[in-house]
């Protein structure tokens, strides 16, 4: 059955999962206030770094099923279901900031001329589908169903998760709704979580709290085990071998980063906070992810004495590999904090190093991976891009003035870097050392 969708928002959640939609056959318009964003779509480029997301967007604007628009009354002109898919940042507390939710319904409000389903896919607090069914009826006398269907999608394999998604959670107040999105979810073939609004409001900060909260966990056993000479990546495997356990999200590094584990871990403790609730597990969760990253720069500055004066060469700027997402990233935190103890930097991302250069000040990047580490006295490895997993490493030792490499994401194998003469200093293992 095909259906008239439109998506509000153009980020990555409303980008991909308005083509994903489109892409099973349904006719979707992606609306955004954003006029240089619609203007690129319209020309056929993306305003983010989303592998294959080009070409999907291609293929369904080709087919007619895929348009893009500034103009909202369009959008929803044939519209059955309408998707809210804008940004929730953070205000300072760490509430989620609702302004463009708001604005949003109130202009749906205005826009209604026929019933149609007002869908959140944003990761809003519980209690928002409330909120914005008030705003629209303040506005509007047509019959409407509010509902929340939350997003999982990762960045940087983003479509796949969408097109395989393990779950679609929906959130509805009548069967008339729920009908309607289980049936729009069919062809995804998935397990439809079926609740009300506030249960499918709450399993996405759940689940991105429990996520974050495994990657603390990891992270903690990993501090211990550089104590007491035990290996974390083993301990993770033989955790994860227990299926009670899972192998997945058991990789210790320097903590998470990007827009959604931050920003949601901050959101759910405010959530809590106001029903009275104080969620201490998640709120160490966040206090050892600020810790964990600023570990790399004590590694750093315990293998070369003190960064005073020292040259680094740093691979990776993005939170994550395939990705140019820089949002609440690592490596934002650990080069001000290197260079505030005084030593250079030069940084190498094959996409994320514009969007780097505007959040770090002065930030010196390098277009040539080599040349990255040249005379360098340290190499920190931030991002286990498959470039920085690929390295030569015996090119890598020739190009630099020291010997010292610090990693963040566990990504080379112990005994290669001792026979190649390194120090070598890595995230809950032994430190190699060649001294
Ligand atoms: C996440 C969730 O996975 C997704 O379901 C949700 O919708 C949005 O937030 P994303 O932010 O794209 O997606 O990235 P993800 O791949 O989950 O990684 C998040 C961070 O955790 C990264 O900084 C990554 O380096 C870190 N991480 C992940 C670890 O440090 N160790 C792990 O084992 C896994």
């Known amino acids: 059955m095909t259906m008239n969708i439109c998506v509000i928002g153009t980020g990555y959640v409303g980008l991909v999962s308005g083509t994903c939609f489109s ?219 227990d299926p009670r356990i899972g192998e997945k999200f058991l990789q210790a590094g320097i903590g998470y980063g990007g827009s959604c584990f931050p920003k949601d871990t901050r959101a759910i403790i405010q959530i809590a906070e106001q029903a009275n609730y104080d969620f201490k597990i998640v709120k160490s969760v966040e206090d050892v992810n600020n810790a964990q990253r600023l570990r790399l720069v004590d590694k750093l500055a315990k293998a070369l004495g003190s960064l005073k004066g020292k040259h680094i060469g740093v691979f990776g700027l993005a939170f994550k590999p395939n990705t140019d997402d820089m949002r609440d990233a690592p490596s934002i935190d650990i080069i001000k904090e290197i260079r505030n103890q005084g030593a250079t930097v030069l940084a190498y991302d094959p996409v994320a190093s514009e969007n780097a250069k505007t959040m770090i000040d002065q930030l010196q990047v390098s277009e040539d991976l080599y040349g990255t580490v040249k005379d360098a006295d340290a190499v920190l490895i931030l991002t286990e891009w498959d470039e920085v997993k690929g390295l030569d490493l015996t090119k890598v030792k020739e190009m630099m003035r020291g010997h010292v490499i610090v990693d963040g994401r566990n990504v080379f194998d112990l005994d290669t870097v001792k026979q190649l003469g390194f120090y070598y200093d890595s995230i809950g293992r032994r430190v190699v050392n060649n001294n």
Not at 53 to 80: C, H, I, P, Y
Not at 95 to 123: F, M, P, Q, R
Not at 144 to 166: C, H, K, W
Not at 221 to 231: G, R, S, T, Y
Request: glycine share 6%; aromatic share 6%; net charge negative.
């Open 23 to 241: 892409d099973i056959g349904n006719n979707v318009t992606c609306v955004d206030l954003d006029e240089r964003k619609i203007k690129m779509l319209e020309d056929g480029e993306i305003p983010i770094y989303e592998p294959g997301l080009k070409e999907l967007v291609a293929k369904n604007v080709q087919a007619g099923r895929l348009s893009f628009t500034t103009d909202l009354a369009k959008g929803m002109k044939d519209a059955e279901v309408v998707f809210i898919a804008v940004g929730t940042p953070p205000k300072e507390n760490g509430e989620a900031d609702l302004t463009y939710i708001k604005s949003v319904a109130n202009s749906i409000g205005e826009h209604l001329e026929k019933y149609v389903v007002v869908v959140t896919k944003s990761t809003v607090p519980v209690g928002t589908g409330k909120m914005i069914k008030d705003i629209i009826k303040s506005k509007s006398a047509v019959e409407f169903d509010v509902a929340s269907n939350p997003e999982f999608l990762r960045e940087g394999s983003a479509i796949y998760d969408t097109q395989n998604m393990d779950r679609a959670v929906i959130g509805v107040e009548s069967k008339r709704a729920g009908d309607l999105l289980t049936k729009l979810h069919e062809p995804f073939n998935t397990e439809v979580v079926l609740t009300n609004i506030e249960t499918a409001e709450m399993i996405k900060y759940a689940s991105n709290a429990f996520l974050a909260t495994k990657i603390s966990f990891i992270n903690e056993i990993a501090n211990i085990c550089e104590q007491v000479d035990a290996d974390v990546t083993e301990v993770a495997k033989g955790m994860g071998l």
